[in-house]
T-cell receptor, first 114, second 109 residues
Framework: IAGITQAPTSQILAAGRRMTLRCTQD?????MYWYRQDLGLGLRLIHY???????GKGEVPDGYSVSRANTDDFPLTLASAVPSQTSVYFC?????????????FGPGTRLTVL | GQNIDQPTEMTATEGAIVQINCTYQ??????LFWYQQHAGEAPTFLSY??LDGLEEKGRFSSFLSRSKGYSYLLLKELQMKDSASYLC??????????WGAGTKLIIKP
């Protein structure tokens, strides 16, 4: 693994179903993030984690949950999917949250909720 | 509320220079980032500004004026591979990145 990987690449999901999007990084970065990207809108932060064992809410957290059991993994769970959660989801990581620490992005998961 | 404004789309000619503007209103300021995103791909980092002035990196330069809430990305010697969306993002007082919707740059031969 080099960088950040996400799985699945794409998924079509029935409304009401539970879904976990996986994210793994091998850069030993402290901070990780989940964003959604919708046409015509900027990336919006869903949840973040400053370090293993801690998580925080972003701009649009409702309907989503995360966990950070270790440094490498940061899964995002949709407990009961709704059509408005149709989006492209990007996981990202950075060494820290301040300074010139750039965020590195995974390839994204394209999710369609019907 | 917090707001990042960028033009939706711009067109330029191969070999030319283009300037992509970004204005922002955020709760605090802890740096401004520019990212490039090709269609169907993830964003990749281009530049970071935290102090006023110009940062140059090869064909790309980024400028910041904190008093005006303004930045621009300057791309020189445009190549066809520069066709992409360019995203402006500001880190606010909570150290969260607030993102603009992006500027789609179309390069014509």
């Amino acid at each position: 693994i080099a960088g950040i990987t996400q799985a699945p690449t794409s998924q079509i999901l029935a409304a009401g179903r539970r879904m976990t999007l996986r994210c793994t990084q091998d850069m030993r970065h402290n901070a990780m993030y989940w964003y959604r990207q919708d046409l015509g809108l900027g990336l919006r932060l869903i949840h973040y984690s400053n370090t293993a064992g801690t998580t925080g809410k972003g701009e649009v957290p409702d309907g989503y949950s995360v966990s950070r059991a270790n440094t490498d993994d940061f899964p995002l769970t949709l407990a009961s999917a709704v059509p408005s959660q149709t989006s492209v989801y990007f996981c990202a990581s950075s060494e820290g949250r301040g300074g010139d620490n750039e965020q590195f992005f995974g390839p994204g998961t394209r999710l369609t909720v019907l | 509320g917090q707001n990042i404004d960028q033009p939706t789309e711009m067109t330029a000619t191969e070999g030319a220079i283009v300037q992509i503007n970004c204005t922002y209103q955020t709760s605090g300021f802890n740096g401004l980032f520019w990212y490039q995103q090709h269609a169907g791909e993830a964003p990749t980092f281009l530049s970071y500004n935290v102090l006023d002035g110009l940062e140059e990196k090869g064909r790309f330069s980024s400028f910041l004026s904190r008093s005006k809430g303004y930045s621009y990305l300057l791309l020189k010697e445009l190549q066809m591979k520069d066709s992409a969306s360019y995203l402006c993002a500001v880190r606010d007082s909570n150290y969260q990145l607030i993102w603009g919707a992006g500027t789609k740059l179309i390069i014509k031969p």
